[in-house]
Each structure stands twice: as C-alpha cells, then as structure tokens.
Nanobody, 125 residues
Framework: QVQLVESGGGLVQAGGSLRLSCVASGRTFSSYAMHWFRQAPGKEREFVAAINWTGLRTYYADSVKGRFTISRDNAENTVHLQMNSLKPEDTAVYYC??????????????????WGKGTLVTVSS
C-alpha cells in the first residue's frame, strides 16, 4: 500500500513558476513509476508527466513539454513537478499517482495503482 500526499499548489500569475511535491509512504517507493495528472473544472483528468522507477526516463504531455520538469528523489520518497512559464490553461487540481509497471511508462488514468488527493494550482492572467 502506498499513500501519496501532494503539496506546493497555490495562486500564481501567468508566466510564473511553482514547484509541486508528492511524498509517498512505504518502503517500496523506488519500485514505482510516478506520475502527475491534472483535472480542470468541467474537464476529464489528464496526464501531465511521468518518471520511471530509476528516474532516468521521463515523459511529458505535449501541452507542458519544455515548461514542466518531473524529478524524483528515491532516498526521500519524493517526486517533484517544476512548473515554469505557467499559463491560465494550466489551472487545475494536480494529482500525484503511482503505478507498479517497471517496463513501460503508462499515461492512462485507469492504469494507475495509487492516487493522492490533489493540490490546486491557479494561474491568473
């Protein structure tokens, strides 16, 4: 069982930056791929970024590529999402998720094994 707790959300102006963090409980954090998803009001939850269990492979949605960076610290059981050049359309609740697949980076909501409760990011224009 893995419990995930996100933090770092808030209100920021367009063009600004935020850094989200997700702390995982449990001793097996390093064996999970970690992900960030987001859900804007009235929209479906969508994939944002993923990092494999070693931290050597990352994958991004086209909408955030070049602006967001995902990273992990297995010693601290933490995954981060550095968000730069934020846009109003980045406004959403951001969720941390984990899956046990160590071969393929998965991006679908239904493929995740564990979820956090989310942290709200609001980008003003």
């Amino acid at each position: 069982q893995v419990q995930l707790v996100e933090s770092g959300g808030g209100l920021v102006q367009a063009g600004g930056s935020l850094r989200l963090s997700c702390v995982a409980s449990g001793r097996t954090f390093s064996s999970y791929a970690m992900h960030w998803f987001r859900q804007a009001p009235g929209k479906e939850r969508e994939f944002v970024a993923a990092i494999n269990w070693t931290g050597l492979r990352t994958y991004y949605a086209d909408s955030v590529k070049g602006r967001f960076t995902i990273s992990r610290d297995n010693a601290e059981n933490t995954v981060h999402l550095q968000m730069n050049s934020l846009k109003p359309e980045d406004t959403a609740v951001y969720y941390c998720a984990a899956d046990r697949n160590i071969v393929t980076i998965l991006t679908r909501v239904n493929d995740m094994d564990y979820w956090g409760k989310g942290t709200l990011v609001t980008v003003s224009s």
